[in-house]
């Protein structure tokens, strides 16, 4: 079944749509979580970010376009294996030992950065859709506005000009937080 059939299959909620969408895409799901998750999530971590993002698939079958389904599902994939990520950090204790390296120094400053990054993991997905995935691309992977426009279908000077406001809420939310950068 080709891209097209199993959208419009989605979309009208049909099980044979989403069955063989999952058999056609399963491997793809879990090597984007696998990438992602960079070898910190368990093979039942992964298993079920697989089946969230196939679950998200069905919930918001009416977003997907019909000739983006691959990309649809790749993004889906990414922000779950991100959202187990935060769900792993914030579970993790660190014990006295661990924040003492060798020499008997305290790594306050790298506790401090992760405190940082969990409260901007936080900011970014409060500022939503695509704005969040802009400002990955850009300051995560390092993409051009120009590559990140082709990969999203946006023209370049609407992802830079979305990348500004996307700064500035960023910036508000992190100030909210007591963060100042």
């Not at 799901?29 to 990438?35: E, G, H, L, R, T």
């Not at 970010?49 to 196939?54: E, I, K, L, M, S």
């Not at 969040?132 to 850009?138: P, Q």
């Amino acid at each position: 079944m080709d891209d097209r059939s199993l959208v419009q299959g989605l979309k009208k909620q049909d099980i044979t749509a989403i069955e063989n969408t999952i058999d056609k895409y399963t491997r793809l799901v879990s090597a984007v979580i696998c990438n992602v998750a960079c070898g910190n999530l368990t093979q039942q971590d992964v298993e079920e970010a697989v089946q969230d993002t196939f679950l998200s698939l069905w919930e918001h079958a009416d977003s997907v376009e019909e000739d983006k389904l691959k990309a649809y599902l790749c993004q889906i994939a990414k922000n779950k294996a991100r959202d187990a990520l935060r769900r792993l950090n914030r579970n993790r204790t660190v014990s006295i030992e661990e924040m003492v390296t060798d020499d008997g120094i305290y790594v306050t400053d790298d506790i401090e950065k992760k405190t940082l990054s969990m409260a901007i993991d936080e900011v970014l997905s409060e500022i939503g859709e695509p704005d969040k995935e802009i400002v990955l691309r850009r300051y995560y992977y390092y993409q051009s506005s120009s590559e990140i426009g082709s990969m999203l279908g946006l023209n370049a000077q609407t992802v830079r000009t979305k990348l500004s406001r996307a700064k500035a809420k960023l910036q508000k939310l992190l100030s909210e937080r007591g963060i100042s950068l």
